[in-house]
């Protein structure tokens, strides 16, 4: 009977280890695929994914403001985990990628969506976002990465929307279905 209770119970425990894995959310950057945690993770997917992504260099925070503005840069800085820049084609030659780490792309998402009820920008950034990270070239993002804009109190029925993880505002992809 011990031996009986035992097999039960490794093969119980086997079953729950080959389960399929958690189902992917459908709301937030968890919805945006596979979260980056590395620069080099974000630096081979999006090589692999739009075809180069060449002369790397790991940028201090400090150039983050020279690279988008003060204004930008002060909105992105107390997120921002690390940031980079490279080469992905003479059409985009030179790509800032910013990687958040832990809950930071959330607290983005909030100061972001605070600082428009507050009337202090008038819209999303530029900058097109996955699961952990953003790349400063939305139109590369949104057309070649399968990535998002972070639009708040975006009403377009014809572009590709997730909820964003903050009530109000979306991941949105109007290029969604066009490549």
């Known amino acids: 009977m011990r031996r009986l209770a035992t097999a039960l119970l490794i093969s119980t ?13 459908s709301r937030g950057a968890g919805s945006l695929g596979a979260r ?10 999006i090589d692999d994914t739009a075809g180069e992504c060449a002369e ?4 201090g925070i400090d150039e983050l403001r020279g690279f988008v ?8 800085e107390p997120y921002v985990a690390e940031w980079a820049t490279c ?6 030659p030179v790509v800032g990628l910013i990687l958040f780490s ?7 998402q909030e100061s972001w969506h605070a600082a428009m009820a507050e009337g202090e920008i008038a819209d999303g950034p530029t900058f097109a976002f996955g699961n952990g990270f953003a790349v400063s070239q939305g139109f590369l993002g949104t057309s070649k990465l ?10 377009d029925p014809k572009v590709h929307q ?6 109000g505002c979306v991941f949105a992809n109007p290029e969604h279905g066009h490549h």
Do not use: H, N
């Open 146 to 155: 399968g990535l998002f804009y972070f639009r708040c109190d975006y009403l």
């Open 87 to 92: 080469r992905v084609s003479p059409e985009f």
């Open 69 to 76: 503005g003060p204004d930008i840069a002060a909105r992105f």
């Open 36 to 45: 980056m945690t590395t620069m080099d993770e974000l630096v081979e997917w």
């Open 13 to 25: 425990g086997l079953l729950a280890a080959c389960a399929a894995p958690a189902p992917t959310p």
């Open 56 to 59: 790397v260099k790991a940028r």
């Open 162 to 167: 997730v909820p964003s993880d903050v009530e």
């Open 102 to 108: 832990g809950d930071e792309q959330r607290k983005l």
